[in-house]
């Protein structure tokens, strides 16, 4: 029997209801929540690191135009789109990071290249697209990031003069992308991924590539990534704050994300979830909104738990 491993998955956490979502659009999310799981997955059966496992899993969602994030990434203020990208090595505490990329098609690869080409941790804007390049990272032009549906989200929150989560609207509610793994070694990893928020200005950076806010792996506790209203991620330290909790704290799993997701977050208005992987395998999915798309699968000595898969919205 395989040492256990295991792999979490988030789509994005926000109003998701089940009373406003049709029984197509379920089922065009849970397919795939299960195609990018299970490419993760079958990484870590074979033997591969918790790394490959989530940067694969990232870019199945980033590829695919029902999240926010990569193809299906949100638009700013200015029409543009910017995002944000993170990865996390928690066998010795190694990170790599983008924020305000414009033209790469999948900004995970991006950040993992960052982490491991260069000596610095978060790379941003022209910058971060000129080290790209001296890495034949894929550029992806203005059309590949364009879709109606975005633009006319945008077009709603210009009329509205707001900023919007892209899922805490009543009627769309995609969101960024992340995932967590551990692998039979047991290693630690987590990523995350985002176009952060419709109609957002002036070079904002969300949680999403701030180390320690939106994404934290450390093999002596977890895994962590995040989604939610990331200004409220970023003054909790949330990924830390949990890391924190367990190691100094002697917190569990899942007693720290709960003190977390809903005493800590919420004591500031902060809204949003996250998944988590500890070093014995355990995931936990916890959010304070009204859904969450996620998805965990576990193999090895953990898969002879009754259950070893699950795909979940509310
Ligand atoms: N946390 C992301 C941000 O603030 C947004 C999200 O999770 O959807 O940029």
Redesign the pocket.
Known sequence: MNKKFAIAIHG?AGTILKSTMTKEKEDQYVSALKEAINIGYKILEDGGTSLDAVEEAVVSLEDCPLF?AGKGSVFTHNGIHEM?ASIMDGRNIDAGAVSLIKNIKNPVRLARKIMEKSEHVILAGDGAEEFARQFNIEFADKKYFYSEFRYDQLQKALQSDSIF???TELDHKF??VGAVALDQMGNLAASTS?G??TNKKWGRI???PIIGA?TYANNETCAIS?????EY?IRTMTAFHVHSLMKYGNYNLDIAIRKVIHEILPSIGGD?GLIAIDNNGNVVMDFNTEGMYRAWKKGGENGNETENESVLIY
């Open positions: 994005g926010n944000d989560l892209d899922h969101g960024t985002t952060g928020m969300g949680d999403t939106g995040c989604t939610g209203s990331g991620f949003g």
